[in-house]
């Protein structure tokens, strides 16, 4: 993996967005070539984590992007992980469900079945996403890089430090508000407040050379230690409905609650 662009505090942000989104796409598009060539699930996995990236840096940086530019990134990303996240799901179902049931209880013949029925299930998901993603490797996401060649000639006001921290603020405030909301232990509220979490992950990570420590260092540990907690809920959820799915029963997922209690950062 190439080393992370540099960024200084008095660069223009423009620019940073530049230099982060051009890496972070490269990665993206990466990511895709080896997901269409081969059938691996660390390979969905990874070409989320990238979309995840690249879509905090998208964010991160919307003030200086225009409008039109700023709405087909988020359309585009958006679309991206959209097609791959039912293949992504059934994996996780797989990895963390039903293979350590198997484990427990080898050759069950419940379990077996419905591991059939699920990788059925998941071929069906590969062969649409495989669709899908053959299309946007030819659009949008070229029409991407165009539009960083334009913002690299474009001039923005301002300085990236003073820019970053306020950026970082925002997305902070918004995940405290998610937390207070979650408190209600509703899957829905949950799954936000996992999504802001990882938002301010990774544009912390993206900003962090021109961070103070507090953002880098403590700020940056809680959001991971609870990433993994707020995962754990929402995979649990997901599970829960993957399997009413191969039972052929319904389930009222959206207000399924959750077991996590978050707190803010």
């Not at 970082?168 to 207070?180: E, G, S």
């Amino acid at each position: 993996m190439p080393a992370a662009p540099a960024l200084h505090r008095n660069m223009r942000p423009a620019q940073a967005f530049v230099d982060l989104a051009t890496q972070d796409l490269s990665a993206v598009e990466d990511g895709l070539d080896l997901v269409l060539r081969r059938d691996q699930a660390e390979d969905v996995h990874a070409l989320r984590v990238a979309l995840r990236h690249l879509r905090a840096v998208a964010w991160a940086f919307g003030p200086i992007q225009p409008a039109r530019v700023k709405a087909r990134w988020k359309q585009a990303l958006r679309d991206v992980a959209d097609a791959a996240s039912d293949v992504r799901d059934w994996d996780v179902f797989v990895t963390e469900t039903l293979a350590p049931a198997l484990a427990d209880q080898p050759g069950d013949p419940v379990l077996v079945a419905l591991i059939e029925t699920v990788q059925a299930r998941r071929a069906t998901a590969r062969e649409a996403m495989v669709t899908r993603l053959s299309r946007y490797r030819q659009a949008p996401l070229p029409t991407l890089h165009r539009d960083l060649l334009h913002l690299a000639g474009r001039k923005s006001r301002g300085k990236l430090g003073a820019f970053a921290r306020k950026r970082i603020r925002k997305a902070r405030n918004r995940v405290r508000a998610l937390t207070r909301t979650a408190r209600d232990g509703r899957t829905d509220h949950v799954h936000k407040l996992r999504i802001g979490n990882k938002r301010l992950r990774y544009a912390i990570e993206a900003l962090s050379d021109v961070l103070p420590k507090r953002y880098r260092k403590r700020l940056r540990k809680q959001l991971e230690a609870r990433q993994g907690e707020l995962g754990a809920v929402i995979d649990a959820s997901v599970a829960r409905r993957l399997m009413a799915e191969c039972l052929g029963v319904s389930t009222a997922d959206s207000i399924t609650e959750a077991t996590a209690n978050p707190t803010p950062p």
